[in-house]
């Protein structure tokens, strides 16, 4: 009994696999649109199906369709890419050529299943011109052959350009067969149009054929029928025969690649009756492939499945007649590879046997063929040293085949070996440029197996997620097995999870902060092979994806198919980006052996930037799902208070201030956070609300490095306040960090940790036990002076007091030195009555040195941090209460923070201000 091996020779291990293309089916039955698989599913003839999308010119478009139901089921996937239909043209207007190459990038960088594309429709015709007006020759914008292989060529070189597409086959247009020429727009005749438009492009960047042909009429004789078409096209078939026409055209030096007949009916209404026409014209086409030496068409799809206007002629969806005449055709099994089964990655021929013969491939997926009498298949590729290689191998069921690897000498450096039908992988970093090789063994049992090999270079940078501040994982196995495993730069740790259970479907997310906005140049996924574990158990489907906050919402910014099981994946941006929160959303864990995950490694990589504020968000303490009492959290009663975001015992509610925050807090109870430090000495704020006054303290791997920090009442569960900053010094490196509550009467929304201690505390503060030095003051002209003064009963000792008299308003400013590119925190305590008068009291800062007439007279320039009127908040209740805001000071080093009280038409309320801070 064979013995299942995995061995690998491993430097630095990644490569690329983005869209796993499926095997390309034999069986030349088509449809036009979905839908007409359900024929060829109940004949087991599955064939082929083409897509026709309207994708528009917007290059900010990022859409696009999942393929992957049909390919996955076996059906080979065509996709022809339009700008729209109608008077929108198959291609826009050249001037926006640019932008519909970018939009179909994106288009195909978001829809995996297919890798075979056709830009635009029979573009010589004027129906398809952008801007026509019912086909008349003489409106819209005529897509010449120089339009049509300027537009291709920008489409083909934005295609290839993407991760994981660069053996896409990119297909020009299918030309409107039988159509005139138009000399005054600069259209020649439609054969003439075609093969001017392929030379043009040139062998390079033609990877198939695509040709329409009909019959005019529905009778099945017309199918063989040789009638000739009059001046110009004397030597051109009248009916089906057209296709030969067309094919006999194509230039020699494309004569090597796959032909398609993506288009045929009768002309004109379906005929509903089995007459024969189809099996004709299945017939037709097998003749043609039987015939040594022809350019073997590999598909014939009826047009159209689907009702689809165009005076709802051509579907056959409801034609019983017809869909009977298909399945008939059916029954004779016709193939595109005519005598045999060997087309070794799309070559029309036998993959070499030995090392000396290795068929040469360009990185991409593929198919091949072994057998009792066929046992081995080598493919070559060029790799330069450093560069990565990613190698994977799907057997057909009940067969058993073997992958290998060598370098440019022969040497055997890596191999997969796994017994019966497993997936087989290969992830090497190569020590040698020069051309390599594959090998497929057959082991036992025969047919086709699909294989993919990619050549890669690592995104250039760090591994910015071995830094990052902090994670938030959906759950783990074991302790062993937690989050943080994923960067800590080990193959044989793993981050492991199965909250839904193993059996049970359900996605798997991990969150990383960065700790700053970074440089983010690509990623690095190393799935279980690479940790030495089956490759079954490789991550099949995943995205990446960002935010601007560890609560998202979620952008992606990459999706991926690993449907052939490679050991990692690299995702590189063509150019970088800047980010901080970054989520890797597994949505399918294996390859369908389980609903575990097993993931080695993660890498983030790039440039990161300044280390800046990390905000932990209460509500986020370790572990989504699943997090255990007395690990990571503790909490004194049973059930989630608040009923929101989580299902633990960990009270849970929605908060004013955006998302939630953690309440019903008792003494004793505590909350657990995964934190990585990269300096030594931090300072702490936490943002709190509460009707009482408590005390909570930080522990860092269970030392406390706080002691008891005040938490003034607040005045409401929902009226927010920030702490002074509170220095604490650790280790740099991994920690756990326990927010531990010292008493009940309080609610926290989140806690702050800011490398350096900020001179012990706060940037500034003003007590108000004495009136500040004030940078400036200011009296409106139209009214008189408030009373300012220094008076005891403020919220801690005294506080500053403004009282009118009579009308007027009038302001104090003091300047503030802050240090630049900080996220900052202001906040004051403020009292004041509710006054039937005309009045405001205010208190706002503005970034830079401005005046207190500037706050009087511009107010609407500063930051409001609150402000009470008769006409807006009047008072709140002359009971002490905490205000606050948040900015960033950028390139500021000041910061101006003002106080105001004025009245119109009489005395205005004694109102106060005490304790601010800027921290």
């Not at 010119?57 to 990022?62: E, I, L």
């Not at 004779?332 to 087309?343: E, L, P, R």
């Not at 099981?565 to 369908?592: C, D, E, F, M, W």
Request: with cysteine; net charge negative.
């Amino acid at each position: 009994m064979k013995q299942g091996l995995l061995i690998f020779t491993v430097c630095a291990v990644l490569a690329l696999l983005v869209t796993a293309a499926s095997a390309d089916p034999y069986y030349i039955y088509a449809i036009h649109d979905p839908g007409g698989e359900v024929d060829m599913a109940a004949m087991g003839t599955k064939g082929w199906i083409v897509f026709t999308v309207a994708i528009g010119c917007n290059p900010n478009d990022y859409s696009g369709t999942d393929y992957t139901p049909y390919s996955n089921a076996g059906y080979g996937v065509i996709v022809r890419l339009n700008n729209g239909y109608g008077s929108d043209g198959t291609l826009p207007y050249q001037s926006q050529y640019q932008n519909f190459a970018q939009r179909c990038a994106n288009y195909v960088n978001a829809s995996p299943g297919c890798h075979i594309w056709i830009i635009g429709n029979e573009t010589n015709l004027p129906r398809e011109w952008p801007g026509n007006v019912n086909g008349d020759p003489n409106t819209g914008e005529p897509i010449t052959v120089s339009r049509y292989v300027d537009c291709y060529n920008r489409v083909y070189n934005a295609i290839k350009a993407l991760p994981g597409h660069s053996g896409d086959q990119i297909i020009p247009a299918p030309v409107g067969t039988w159509a005139p020429p138009y000399p005054a727009q600069g259209i020649e005749p439609f054969d003439e149009y075609w093969v001017n438009m392929l030379n043009a492009i040139g062998s390079t960047k033609v990877n198939g054929i695509a040709i329409h042909a009909y019959t005019h009429g529905t009778d099945p004789a017309l199918v063989f029928n040789e009638d000739l078409m009059g001046p110009p096209y004397e030597d051109i078939h009248y009916n089906f025969r057209v296709y030969k026409d067309l094919m006999n055209r194509v230039p020699t030096s494309m004569r090597g690649v796959p032909a398609y007949l993506t288009e045929t009916d009768q002309n004109g209404p379906w005929a509903d009756v089995n007459s024969g026409w189809v099996r004709n014209v299945y017939a037709e086409i097998n003749s043609w492939n039987q015939t040594p030496g022809t350019q073997k068409i590999r598909c014939v799809a009826l047009f159209r499945w689907q009702h689809a206007g165009e005076n709802d002629w051509y579907y056959i969806c409801d034609r019983n007649g017809v869909r009977q005449d298909w399945r008939d055709a059916m029954t004779y099994g016709y193939v595109w590879n005519v005598g045999g089964t060997q087309n070794d990655a799309n070559s029309g021929t036998d993959a070499g046997n030995t090392f000396s013969t290795a068929l040469s491939i360009s990185p991409g997926s593929y198919t091949g063929y072994v057998d009792g009498t066929d046992t081995n298949d080598y493919y070559k590729f060029s790799v330069t040293s450093g560069q990565v290689i990613n190698l994977a191998l799907s057997p057909p069921s009940g067969s058993d085949f073997d992958l290998y690897l060598y370098n440019p000498s022969g040497t055997q450096k890596a191999s997969s070996t796994q017994g019966g039908s497993n997936p087989e992988a290969i992830t090497f970093t190569a020590d040698a440029s020069g051309e390599w090789r594959l090998r497929v063994y057959r082991y036992s049992g025969s047919g086709t197996y699909n294989f993919c090999a990619y050549v890669n270079s690592i995104p250039s940078g760090s591994n910015l997620a071995a830094n990052a501040a902090t994670y938030l994982e959906c759950g783990h196995n074991l302790s062993d097995q937690r989050g943080k495993m994923i960067r800590d730069g080990s193959l044989s740790t793993k981050w492991c999870c199965l909250h839904n259970g193993i059996s049970t479907p359900g996605d798997h997310w991990i969150v990383f902060d960065l700790g700053n906005t970074a440089t983010v140049n690509g990623y690095v996924v190393k799935h279980a092979s690479m940790g030495g574990e089956y490759p079954y158990y490789n991550t099949k489907s995943f995205k990446i994806q960002s935010a601007s906050s560890m609560m998202g919402p979620w952008t992606d910014e990459f999706t991926v198919n690993n449907s052939l099981a490679v050991g990692s994946n690299i995702l590189t941006y063509g150019t970088p980006k800047s980010l901080r929160y970054i989520r890797l959303l597994v949505t399918q864990p294996t390859q369908g052996v389980d609903w575990a995950l097993r993931i080695p490694e993660f890498e983030i990589r790039g440039t990161a930037g300044s280390e800046s504020a990390v905000k932990f968000e209460a509500e986020n303490y370790d572990r989504f799902y699943g997090a255990v009492e007395g690990t990571e959290y503790h909490d004194t009663d049973t059930g989630n208070s608040g009923g929101q975001y989580r299902n633990q015992n960990v009270d849970i509610e929605t908060c004013s201030e955006g998302t939630y925050n953690v309440g019903w807090i008792y003494a004793g109870e505590w909350l657990l956070y995964p934190w990585k430090a990269l300096s030594t000495t931090y300072t702490l704020t936490i943002r709190y609300a509460g009707i009482s006054n408590g005390t909570c303290r930080l522990l860092v791997d269970g030392v406390d490095k706080t002691g008891a920090i005040s938490l003034p009442a607040t005045g409401g569960w929902q009226t927010w306040a920030t702490t002074a900053g509170k220095t604490i010094t650790v280790t740099a490196g991994e920690h756990d960090i326990k927010l531990q509550m010292d008493s009940t009467g309080f609610n926290v929304n989140y806690f702050t940790l800011t490398p350096g201690s900020g001179g012990g505390g706060p940037i500034a503060t003003e007590s108000f036990e004495s009136m500040p030095s004030w940078s400036s003051s200011f009296d409106a002209s139209w009214g008189s002076a408030a009373t300012w003064s220094i008076v005891s009963g403020g919220q801690s000792g005294n506080f500053l007091q403004a009282s009118r008299s009579s009308q007027g308003s009038s302001a104090k400013v003091k300047v503030y030195s802050v240090p630049t590119n900080t996220n900052i925190t202001v906040s004051v305590y403020m009292k004041c009555p509710s006054y039937s008068g005309t009045y405001w009291m205010e208190c706002a800062c503005k970034l830079g040195n401005y005046s207190a007439q500037d706050f009087d007279e511009n107010g609407g320039t500063w930051t409001m941090i609150k402000k009470f009127s008769n006409d807006t908040t009047n008072g709140n209740g002359n009971v002490w209460t905490q205000y606050s805001v948040s900015l960033n000071t950028g390139s500021n080093t000041q910061l101006s923070v003002g106080y105001k009280l004025g009245s119109s038409g009489g005395a205005g309320p004694t109102v106060g201000w005490d304790t601010m801070v800027i921290q």
